[in-house]
């Protein structure tokens, strides 16, 4: 119990462990005025024995439960507040760690873990924290504080009760220990079955239209039917599992109370304690009672905070992309790579590639899919880390920069956008959160979206849908080449615009491309005979490797995979769908 | 939640606090001599005793409020209207498709203003128009994922709304820009199409949609798992793994909603010679913005602002000399020639 207990502290961040520390501090002074009201009664039990309640005894135990009750629900307020700032506070840190660290993940992270598991962790899991485990922790905490508190008072009066009260708490943590151990096993069983339940219902919502269209809908909603079926099971299994055990541990502490009162009474007719005491001892029976099964109560939620801080602690402990550099500022923007590797799983996607990229210049890279394009510019960028060799900016080690000074060279337009549920404006601003609406406006105006933004019902405050749903695939690529733009980074990577296009958003998008890559070291996946055919350069990428590069000239003249693809090209341009009648 | 702290707290703490009041007013009594001295003290004990149920009646109150909250919002998604099918009816005659004065509204935004159609079974119809047009609402509303909000749309002369979900889906295969995977392998994935398919067809389809060689240079060739929601492939791997699957499902009625965006040029020519094999002989509805895929359509319907603005060949729209002749023109601007 302790254990968790320092576990979950440790998780928090220092100035929230800090809150924490206090509000138990807080609790035990708490526990102490709460404990005033001992006094009173024992101020009018010993009026009643004396058989005479004067005023001056009512007052005084009404004075005295007047400080109890002001002194700890002063303290309380102030530790709750604690508590919850501590407890939000560290989930939204926890939340902006995971995404800051997830920013760093090798790609392999995000296929092995399934989108349920992610999404579960920064909703249920912490979740499951930030309500759950600060409750639980203080309340266990202040159970476990008090109780100690009381040992200590009964040993003033009655060492004996002491001692039967101290017993009382050890059999108690005894029960606890097992009740603990057994909830230890069902936690993680609980947290999986919570994630599969989360995949399954997004799988089952986001294939909607696919469920219909091939009649999946018994086998969909059956996966998904088990899947609630076993998260009810388990979460079932756990109850039933900790119900005895909480019985035992609930029976121990009312036996303690018992056992106090009935030590009480023995010592009284044996004559070794007065009535005062005796009396004092048998309702503190009582209050013992109320704070041990106020312990014992939530201690069984503390390992779903166990198992909870270890889910967290997993993703964080997954290991990043060493992001640790100097910040660098490049003499010039000349890209190389010197014999690169790389692979995913098993599978080798680059293979001994070596390129050189002068400043300015435009590259266009080619080839089929599945060759190893995309990857190609990953590396380049530094999304992923090389297996072997090396790629250079500048003449320096892209590992070598720290990420913020390497991605302030960069810009990237591709094909997949994801604009954010924000304004267009802040959307273009991206980033640069200062920057006056006139350059966003410059920049809408050069990437060709400024037309279509100012139909838009509030023009650029309007907000864009969650996933840029109320856009067009074309306007979306516009808006991302505008806020490119508003970086004006040195080096831009393109992965040119397939067919993602309305035939209107066609032409400006290609005039957008253009404003854009103006004046700047260009790095393209290209699919347009048009821009191919004017790039200073063109890598053929197949398999892996480089099997072809020079301009568009010499390539032409070569036999392979080249001249292949022109064939093609012009073959997909003119082609149609036959009407069959 | 700070706001709820302190009433909460003091709650916590004056409930418990019994004491405060029944050892006074039990004091008076006493003075008084309506409450004998034992009483008092079994009063006293019994004060204590009650402070148990009620620390927890108060720290599980606000879970009765979250409660609350939580049954409103699963009544809200239980309440949401169902779309009404019947369990069973008659297979439509034949495939040809109709749409009469079709209105939608998407929230609170009607994007469809009275779209009438007609959409003779066999042929080849295309819809194009400028982005938000509409086009991909009333592609919706054809395969039934959607429903009209007045006016209907018919299939084979019923109204759709008539024909069991299962039928009707047996008539269609809809290919949109972002069609889902589930995460089982590829091969699995694609046998959707037709669930008694052999290997071998599963492997035919793939071929003739441009996979097969991607699918072979994957870890485990058809075995590999798409991962979920096919996170392992890219946008256009997953949209020819779609396109498989539905050619696979061999349906007399096929949409085709911007079926190739994601894909290269490279392998878009493979898909659309598949394509037009797939489609001998059905009923096609194609959305398509490279317009030089589509003039041999038997009818283009021209999309406007949710409105029908034209309509005919592609010759007879550029005679028409209208939006139409304007998007050839841009199209024709920047269209590939090489």
Known sequence: MVEIIRKFFAFCSEENRRKFQTSVLLGVFQAMFEALKIPAIAVMVKA???GQVTGRDILLSLGIMAVSIAGAGLIKAKASMLQTEGGYDTCAKKRIEIAEHMRYLPMGFFSDN??????????NVLENLENVATRVVMLVCEGLLTTALIIVMLAFFDLRIALVLLIGLCLFLAANTSLQKAAGTLAPRKINADEKLVEKVLEYLQGMAEVKAYHLTGKKSGELNEAIAANSKVNTDMEMTLIPRMSAQSLIAKLTGVAMALCACIFYCNGTMDALTAVVMVISAFIVNASLETAGNYSALLRIVDASVDRVQEILKTPQMDIDGEKITPENRDIKADNIEFSYDLRKIIDGVSLSIPEKSVTAIVGPSGGGKTTLVNLLARFWDVDKGTVSLGGHDVRDYDMDSLMSNFSFVFQNVYLFHDTIADNIRFGQSEAPMEEVIAAAKKACCHDFIMALPDGYDTVIGEGGASLSGGEKQRISIARAMMKDAPVIFLDEATANVDPENEHDLMEAIRALTNEKTVIMIAHRLKTVEHADQILVIDQGKIVQQGTHAELLSQEGIYRNFIQERREAAGWKIKTVQ | ?????????????????????????????VRSGSLSSQDFVTVIILS???????????S????????GTIVNEVRSVLDAPEMERPAEGEAPKDCSIRLNDVHFSYKDKEVLHGITMDIPAGSYTALVGPSGSGKSTIARLIASLWDADSGSVTLGGTDIRKIPQEIYSDQIAFVSQDNYLFNMSVRENIRLGKPSASDEEVEKAARESGCHDFIMSLENGYDTMVGSSGGHLSGGERQRISIARAMLKAAPVVILDEATAYTDPENEAVIQRSVSKLTQGKTLIVIAHRLSTITGANKIYVIKDGQVEDSGTHEELL????????????????????
């Open chain 2, 1 to 29: 939640m700070r706001a709820s702290i302190i009433p909460f707290t003091f709650a916590m703490v004056i409930m418990p606090a019994t004491m405060v009041s029944v050892l006074p007013i039990g004091g008076l009594l």
């Open chain 2, 60 to 67: 599980y109150s606000d879970d009765i409020r979250t409660m």
């Open chain 2, 319 to 338: 005679e028409h000399h209208g939006l139409y002749e304007t998007m050839w023109n841009l199209h024709m601007e920047v269209k590939d020639n090489g």
């Open chain 1, 114 to 123: 399934s989108l349920g598991q992610i999404t579960s962790v920064t909703t």
């Open chain 1, 48 to 50: 009643l024995l004396a």
């Open chain 2, 48 to 58: 204590v005793g009650v402070i148990t149920p009620i620390i927890t009646l108060m």
